[in-house]
């Protein structure tokens, strides 16, 4: 039997409760897989759908048919993603049938780009809830028999941006599933999904990848450079996506800034640290600040290496601001601050002003000398 998830980067213990469904042939009729961006869930939903139909195929279907869900091909798989809505278009309209043609080719050279790379995320411009009339189709979908494929999957990607009424019109699928039909809901919010909708889930939540499994997934399914993805995997949370993203804003630039945000703050220069601050917040305020307290709370320790005699930084390019630092303030123990700060990130989840957080970390930091700074 050809073991579907043998080449996969990480989530072993997922592994182990999706094959044990195979081997007991008793599969839940809805699956909700949760975790992080960017940690595989999709190509685990496409997989598992290979492989269940693999074990119930014979031989003279299988290979066709599973190349036919491997490329999210009606009526085999119903890949269901938020889209945007088209000039003048109601829900009784069809979910692509109002889209301008440039929507549509965008759409489909996104679609060419996920069944190449199962972990690449699609990127439409206002494609921000799933529509209603998506969540209809499925009825249509499910009132067609079709015998060559022994069981056909629905794969609702970002299923949180599902609104209530597509939702209720989710749950009255989910309520009467026909035989030989798997949901596999996939989400990062969970919490977002009405409370009927995942009682009826079996729920399998997904881990962060390691770095190594970063490194792994981002060199051979993207073509990064591996020194690059060595760079930046200690700060993508285990996170393709996060990953892509840090490469895209360019690591070494977003060091520099640390540190000059570092060094304003520890000279009280105020105004100069939220200026710096500020402009990284610009795009995506809550996750760039989380990302800039990582980097901070990275020369921290940083710092403890160098006072410890360990030669191995990540900011090894500005050795010098650790030189200075610890030169004048040899007594500081980073320590306590390290937590502060990293408290502060927990904030963002509360939808606390990113402007009031940005002032309290520049706060923290000016407070960590004991006496007057000069500049790092």
Known sequence: MTDYFKNINGQQRVKKILSNFNSISKIPHALLFTGPDGVGKENFAIRFAQSVNSNLLNTEKRERILNQISNLSEPFVKYII????????????????????????LLHEELRKKIKNAYYKINLPKANNIKINSIREIKKFLSLEFSDVACRFIIISSAHLMSEPAQNALLKSLEEPPPGVVFILITSFPKRLRETIRSRCWVINFDPLSNDELVSILTKYFNVDKNIVNTVAPFANGSVTMALKLIEMDIGDLSEKTISILRYSFGK?????????????????SENIRLIIKMIITWLNDLQKYKKNVDHY???????????????????????????IDKLSSYVKNNVNINLLAANLIFELSALPSSRVKQI
């Open 82 to 105: 938020p889209l945007p809505r088209g000039k003048n278009e109601t829900d009784s309209d069809t979910p692509t049938g109002k889209l301008s043609d440039d929507e549509m080719d």
């Open 269 to 285: 220069k105020f105004h100069s640290a939220f200026n710096e601050l500020s402009s990284l917040l610009a795009e995506q305020g």
């Open 314 to 340: 990540f900011f090894k390019q500005h050795k010098e601001t650790l030189e200075k630092f610890n030169s004048k303030f040899p007594d500081v123990e980073p320590k306590d601050l390290v937590y502060r």
